[in-house]
Structures are given as C-alpha cells and as structure tokens.
C-alpha cells in the first residue's frame, strides 16, 4: 500500500508515520508513505527519519490543488492530519484555521477525486461535539463547537461525510480525545508545562482549572487510527477515547510533582474565551467493532512523557524559540534511499503541517 499522510512532520502524523515505518502495523510492513506538510512552527523534518527507502516527504501546502494533482495519482489512501489545531491561536485568527482546516480539506477531497484515490481517514477531534456536563458523546453527537478551532474542523468533518454521500468516497472520520506525548509542539498544556517547570518557570492555569479533559496518549490514537484506515467502514465516524479524565488542576498537580515544583509555580490567569468545561467520548463502537481499547494508563504516559522533555532540551527549546531542532531527529534513517523535494504548485499562505493534537 502507498500511503499519503498530510501533516505528517507534526505531533501525531510524524508519531503514525515512523511507527508504520518501523513495522508497528500489521499488514503494513511493506507500505510506502509520502509525507505533505508544509513545514510551518509545528511541523518539523527533524520528527522523521532522515532517510528511509519506504519514505518520501514533499514540502507543500494542502491547499494547493496543482500539487496535490501530481503527488496523488499512485496513492492508495490519503490519512488527512494537516491541520492547524492551538485554540488560543485560533480565538486571535480564525481565518487561516478555515482557509487550512477547510479548504484545505476540500482541495484535498477534490484531488482524491480526480486521482482516483480510493480511501480517505480524516482525523479530527472531540472538540467539535461542544462541552458535555454529564455522560460522553456518541458519534451520532450534534456537532455543536464552540472555538473557531473547532468550528473549522466540524466543517471539515462536514465536507468529509459530504463527498462519500456525493461522490462515493470510502471514508472514515476519526474524533480523538486530547493528546500528549513525546514530540508534542509546546503551546499545548502538557509540554507547556513541563517544559517551563524544567526551566524554573511558573506555569499558567487557566481559571479555577475545574476543566475536565479526557487524556490519550498519542501511540494509542495512531494505533487507532491505522485500525480505521485497514477495517473502518465508508461513511462511519469513530470516536477514540482515552477513558481517564481529569481536571487541569489534577493534571498540574501531578506535573509539578514529577518536575519536583511546587504549587507556588502555579500562575492563576484570566480564563479563555468561550472554555469548553469538559469533555468525554464514549469509545464503545470503536471498541465493538474494531476491537480498540487504549493501551497505556496515563500515570505511566504522563511520567514517560515528562522524562522525555527532560531528556530532549534539544527538541524542545528551539521548538519554544521558534527554531525547528533540526539536529534532534528520533527515529532510525538508513541515509541509502528515499527523498525529500518541494512541491512546485502555487505557494499558499495558511498553514498546514501539524498534526491535530488537541489542546486543553
């Protein structure tokens, strides 16, 4: 199989894609990916191999239609990650949330078409569903969003389903519960956090941090997101749950005792426009049908994680300058075959290329 993973030198694409690469999916031992991303402050060559002979990376926008139409024609399936996904940076700009998170979608839609591509995953998020004082979500949830974020990917979800009612697309949407790892961009709470408590910096908590989110660490996500791509059925939403919630306050508290800081590190600040209170997903179809269930407890994640940062300044530091870390690459690079070129297509402006974390 031949794989195009947009977004893929970010959080979560680069974490799908080396693991593919390292045979981590069955039946996917000999699958050959073509990395789109176009390189922007989350998205980070370095998150990938420097050379693997089943790896090809492009530098390229997904709103590009004429480059999209000479690098899909071969493909198999398209898993679509490129997505801008802070909210925070979407409450100070919507515009290039919607030009990247929906028309980028669509231009890609419309390229799958035309290259006769045969299946499509759309990764999203459970922020699309609103908040939810009680229970969880089902995927037959109203969308009901409340960020600019989260409205731009509804959207894109919309659009998605829209093209297998039309057009008979095979694809599949996946909604995720927030995700932290190793290699997480740090404008996201975890890496936020950590990263600055190893600095001797305070942290900012926003509000009274009665927030609820629901934590999946990003190896059970990619995991689910390759059953979807192999046994997800046209049409079909799945929900991917990490079944352990927390408030922020709860997840602080447990960050400042693993980065050995106290609540004195804690900075109380003004809470977010529009917060969503809480979030939680009910994983049972995913489960059901798929046979998904995640596999690592968030302590031993959570603590995993952080000895990562700890490990890692090279990473992390230019990340949080604003510089990619070029000389920090994971991953095994065999420096024998694969490429890496710039696609040729018009040049857009918004930006694509980190894969759709999700933010507290």
Not at 62 to 78: E, F
Not at 131 to 142: K, L, N, Q, R
Request: hydrophobic fraction near 35%.
């Amino acid at each position: 199989m031949k794989l195009l993973v947009t977004g893929g030198a970010g959080f979560i694409g680069s974490h799908f894609v080396r693991t593919l690469l390292d045979g981590g999916y069955p039946g996917h031992e000999e699958s050959r990916v073509t990395v789109l991303d176009k390189l922007t402050y989350a998205g980070n060559r370095a998150n990938l191999p420097a050379a693997h002979p089943r790896l090809e990376f492009v530098r390229g926008d997904v709103c590009d239609g004429r480059l999209l139409a000479g690098l899909l024609p071969g493909h198999d399936a398209v898993v679509h990650l490129a997505a801008e996904s802070h909210v925070d940076r979407s409450v100070l700009s919507a515009a290039e949330f919607v030009r990247t998170n929906v028309l980028g979608t669509q231009t890609l839609l419309d390229a799958c078409l035309a290259a006769a591509v045969p299946r499509f995953v759309h990764v999203s998020t459970d922020e699309v569903y609103g908040s939810i004082a009680e229970g969880a979500w089902t995927e037959e949830w109203p969308l009901l969003p409340n960020s600019p974020y989260a409205a731009s990917k509804a959207s894109s979800d919309l659009i998605v389903r829209s093209y297998h009612r039309t057009h008979g697309l095979d694809v599949s949407i996946t909604r995720c519960a927030n995700n932290y790892g190793p290699y997480q961009h740090p404008e996201k709470l975890i890496p936020l956090f950590v990263t600055n408590l190893l600095e001797g910096r305070s942290v900012p908590l926003y509000g009274d941090g009665r927030n609820v989110r629901e934590w999946l660490h990003v190896d059970d996500h990619c995991r689910a997101i390759a059953l979807v791509l192999d046994r997800g059925r046209a049409g079909e939403v799945y929900n991917v749950g990490g079944g352990d919630e927390r408030t922020n306050l709860a997840v602080t508290e447990r960050l400042l005792d693993l980065c050995g800081a106290d609540r004195s590190s804690v900075r109380r600040v003004a809470d977010r426009k529009g917060h969503d209170l809480r979030y939680a997903l009910d994983g049972t179809k995913i489960r059901e049908e798929l046979g998904y269930s995640p596999r690592i407890p968030f302590e031993q994640g959570l603590a995993d994680t952080v000895a990562w940062y700890r490990d890692n300044p090279g990473w992390w530091k230019p990340a949080k300058a604003g510089r990619p870390a070029e000389s920090a690459r994971p991953g095994p690079g065999s420096g024998r075959t694969g490429s890496d070129r710039t696609g040729s297509g018009r040049t857009g402006n918004g930006r694509t290329g980190s894969g759709a974390a999700q933010p507290s």
